[in-house]
């Protein structure tokens, strides 16, 4: 049970992680990046390429989320900066677009098959919490996040290009309109998006498998995450992470074969109550 | 409709019926075929998307039901076509109503969201439903059996049956946008919250042609099984939504003839360049974000700016 409880907080940190990305994003952009899953695996299989070129996982950990950082950063500038004018129909099917370039990239460079990413030394083992065996691993992953989420409020609450950034997402025409380059400001907080689906990617790559298909499995979770918690919001994200990760845990333990079912109903149920999910808000647009 | 393009278009479809006996090239009168089955498909997303302005990422789940249901009932319960397509239309339409019904009680972001979550939960169940789907292996073997009593097994014959149906299901549309329903969706397309405020319940029209997008999408899949001769998971893979967005975007979308030359270009395209490299994707994929960011009316906007320059001269 204890053991299972913390798997399923493990799955929803990285889910959480994968989220906040998402939220950034459409906070500011008012867009739902579908390209995000496919970063995720971006983020996985660039990391397992340099895991074996440079041996060292911490590292890797350092670089991948930057590469994507400068990759999502790219995607703004080129890609979707010139779709802002147009309905946000254009600007949805561009990701989606992406994702199909991304997905088949991976499979030309990597192949089909599943990567053998080999777990780090240091995640060896596994620790005895109230007689329960926890393996390193997902205590690493729990406190990381957390770690990482906290510095990540504390970065948006209080630094200057936090507040830039909250600024743009509450008013852009007004964060405009007092000096703030708001051109700049969406194109950080996309690579900063980027740059979280990747280092997500990195992380998850030690556990989860490394094939092809992980990007459209995990961005479906993502969606219904942010949909049962509500667009927009990082309290709803947590909520939603943390439910659907202990649903996954549960459910692929006590009904193997139905576990996704069980999330799929749940989701359902939610959104015929409450359409905008449980911390959704009505947005007006900007 | 300029009197004009009713003749080409009349010119063409003759053309196209005479095609197999001029031309007995089995390579073309299949490719045909495929060009075909996809155009259905794509037709039935341009309502959705090109009329309506409902973006759905998960139509291959009904594609997959369509064809699931039809290889279940041609392979195993030794069914005609024709009663296996009806079949097939009518379980794809009660899909339709379920997904459609909770996806449409919202819009824009989240509906394409919820549908492409739908369309990965078909993915899902025709990989783990193995006694009913075979699961990753799919169903192999199945026959073309019978449409109305003629028999479907040769090319031809399952040609001038897709090119039937293309053709009668693009009048069809063609009838249903311009009559008073087809209004409608065309005004929800353009601004959802002023018909809904006009008195029209948005959301039934919204469901309504979920469903006829639906029914087409299962009548597509219903199609193409038989005509590959197997079914698998890969048919309801999110790669095939993807598929008939590119086919619908590409071609121009809002235009009913648009997607069938998006499904023509992509299918023709995806031949000329899978004969050097498997992975046509990164190409296509390409091609629809030039599309996405300079030609967002595709193949139709660019000929009808091209016409109305000339005419201009």
Known sequence: MEALFIYGLTIGALLFLLALGLTLIFGLLDVINFAHGALYMLGAYIGYTFVTIIGNYWVTVLIVPLALAVIGGLIEIIALRPLYKKSILYQLLLTFGLTLIIHDLIKMFWGTNQLPFETPEIFYGAISIFDVLIPNYRIFVIVFVTFLVIAMGLFLQKTKVGILIRASSANRKMAAALGVDVKRVFTGTFALGTGLAGLSGIIAAVTFPVNPGMGAMVLVDCFIVVVLGGLGSFKGALLGALLIGEARAFGDYYLPEYASFVIYVLMGCVLLLRPRGLFGEMRVHK | ?313
């Open chain 2, 1 to 313: 409709m300029k009197s004009v393009n009713i003749v080409i278009g009349v010119i063409l479809a003759v053309l196209l019926y005479l095609f197999p006996i001029i031309s007995p090239s089995s390579f073309l009168t299949y490719l045909l075929t495929q060009i075909f089955i996809f155009g259905l498909f794509a037709i039935g997303y341009d309502l959705l998307l090109g009329y309506t302005g409902m973006l759905s990422f998960g139509q291959a789940g009904l594609f997959g039901i369509g064809a699931y249901t039809c290889t279940i009932l041609v392979k195993n319960y030794s069914c005609s076509l024709s009663l296996a397509l009806l079949i097939a239309i009518i379980i794809t339409c009660g899909a339709s109503i379920v997904i459609g019904f909770i996806s449409i009680q919202t819009s824009g972001i989240y509906f394409a969201m919820l549908t492409l979550v739908f369309g990965q939960l078909i993915y899902e169940i025709s990989l783990k439903a193995v006694k009913l789907t075979g699961g990753a292996d799919g169903i192999v073997g199945v026959p073309r059996s019978t449409f109305f009593f003629i028999d479907m097994s040769s090319d031809s014959t399952f040609y001038y049956l897709t090119l039937s149906l293309l053709v009668g299901f693009f009048l069809l549309s063609r009838i249903l946008i311009l009559s008073p329903f087809g209004q409608v969706l065309r005004a929800i397309g353009a601004n959802e919250e002023r018909t809904r405020l006009l008195g029209y319940r948005t959301k039934n029209f919204k469901l309504i042609v979920f469903c006829i997008s639906g029914i087409l999408a299962g009548l597509a899949g219903g199609l193409f099984a038989p005509f590959l001769g197997c079914s698998a998971p890969a048919l309801s893979h999110w790669s095939i939504s993807g598929d008939v967005v590119m086919m619908t975007l590409i071609g121009g979308k809002g235009t009913l003839i648009g997607p069938i030359l998006g499904s023509a270009f992509i299918h023709i395209l995806k031949d000329v360049i899978g004969s050097y490299t498997e992975y046509w994707m990164i190409i296509f994929g390409l091609i629809f974000v030039i599309f996405v960011l300079l030609v967002p009316e595709g193949i139709v906007g660019l000929l009808k700016s091209i016409v109305s320059t000339k005419e201009l001269r």
